[in-house]
C-alpha cells in the first residue's frame, strides 16, 4: 500500500514539474530532428521508464512463482516420503524381535 501512495505522490511531482516546463524543445535521435513540447518529452521518459520497471518486475514475478511451484511440489513430494518412512518405522517396531540366537536358548 506505500509503494502505490509513494508511486501516485511521485507520479503527482513529475506532472508538475511537467508542465511548468512547457517549452517548445527541438529533439533530434540519429538523423530524425523534431519540435515538440518539453512536456510531452517529461511525460514520455517517465511513462517508458515506468513501463521498463514494470515489465521487469513481472518478470521477476513470474520466475519467482515458478520456483514456488517447483518447492511446492518438491516438498510434497518430501512429506509423502516421509510419511512412508514413518510408516515403516512403526511397522518395524511394532514386529517381534527375531527369534534369538540358538545359543542363547540352550543355557
Given amino acids: 500500500m506505500m509503494n502505490l501512495l509513494f508511486a501516485f505522490v511521485f ?6 514539474f511537467a508542465v511548468q516546463n512547457s517549452l517548445p524543445v527541438t529533439v533530434s535521435f540519429l538523423m ?6 518539453l512536456v510531452i518529452i517529461i ?3 517517465a511513462t517508458f521508464g515506468a513501463m521498463t520497471i514494470l515489465s521487469l518486475s513481472l518478470l521477476v514475478q513470474f520466475k519467482l512463482r515458478r520456483t514456488i511451484t517447483k518447492l511446492t511440489e518438491t516438498q510434497r513430494q518430501l512429506e509423502a516420503e516421509n510419511h512412508e518412512l514413518k510408516a515403516k518405522q512403526e511397522i518395524q517396531q511394532e514386529t517381534p524381535q527375531e ?5 542363547q536358548q540352550n543355557c
Fill in 43 to 45: 511525460l514520455g521518459a
Fill in 32 to 37: 530524425w530532428s523534431f519540435q515538440t513540447s
Fill in 99 to 103: 527369534i534369538q540366537p540358538q545359543n
Fill in 11 to 16: 507520479a503527482l511531482l513529475v506532472a508538475v
